[in-house]
């Protein structure tokens, strides 16, 4: 049981580059989500999933992308990188949707991302 | 709107000696509280969580939580600290919407001398 993984651990890019950053879990969890942590902010929500095929935006949604085909996976994708993006971003799984945060969310190791 | 508010962004302390850690919320309904924490250059874990039951919550490595509502806070303590508790702490608030929706405070970095 790996729990949640995330691929790269590490990223460069350049200003108006793509790429997409990759989150699996193995827990069959129907929850998952982005977050970005910057400098003395915390965690902040990018966008979140409630079950294949269903996503929705969080605080800070503007210039990522996702989607859900699977259970398993949950893509974060940057259509053109910006010097702003750059941020340590951590995916998040937790069993069930339901409201109040009751359920424990997992945290990934982490993508640290650089744009430069 | 819910807020979390983490009072120092640095805490020192000794080894052996007592660990303060303290957070304030602001939530317009009965919130779901928690502490995570996140050694470097790692995820995050969860310490502990309050969800309406006992207002005194106790968590994983000697942590514990009290609920206070008259005082909306929720400060995290350890009687003893060890080496291996320096870390970053994040108090969190579960979000109105639900879904799991969390709102993160800035984070209380804590160093542990020997």
């Known amino acids: 049981n790996a729990g949640v993984t995330q691929t790269p651990k590490f990223q460069v890019l350049k200003t108006g580059q793509s790429m997409t950053l990759q989150c699996a879990q193995d827990m069959n969890h129907e929850y998952m989500s982005w977050y970005r942590q910057d400098p003395g902010m915390g965690l902040r929500l990018i966008h979140y999933s409630v079950g294949a095929g269903i996503t929705d935006q969080g605080e800070v949604p503007n210039g990522y992308n996702v989607s859900r085909s699977t259970t398993e996976d949950f893509p974060l994708r940057l259509l053109s990188a910006a010097p702003s993006q750059t941020s340590v971003y951590f995916c998040?799984?937790?069993?069930?949707?339901?409201?109040?945060?009751?359920?424990?969310?997992?945290f990934g190791p982490g993508t640290r991302l650089t744009v430069l | 709107a819910q807020s979390v508010t983490q009072l120092d962004s640095h805490v020192s302390v000794s080894e052996g000696t007592p660990v303060l850690l303290r957070c304030n919320y602001s939530?317009?309904?009965?919130?779901?509280l928690f502490w995570y924490v996140q050694h470097p250059n790692k995820g995050l874990q969860l310490l502990l969580k309050y969800t309406s039951a006992a207002t005194l919550v106790k968590g994983i490595n000697g942590f514990e939580a009290e609920f206070k509502k008259s005082e909306t806070s929720f400060h995290l303590t350890k009687p003893s600290a060890h080496m291996s508790d320096a870390a970053e702490y994040f108090c969190?608030?579960?979000?109105?919407?639900?879904?799991?929706?969390?709102?993160f405070g800035a984070g209380t970095r804590l160093a542990v001398h020997p």
């Open positions: 969190v608030v579960s979000d109105l919407g639900g879904y799991n929706k969390l709102i």
């Open positions: 939530s317009s309904y009965s919130p779901s």
């Open positions: 998040a799984s937790s069993i069930g949707t339901s409201g109040g945060g009751y359920n424990e969310q997992f």
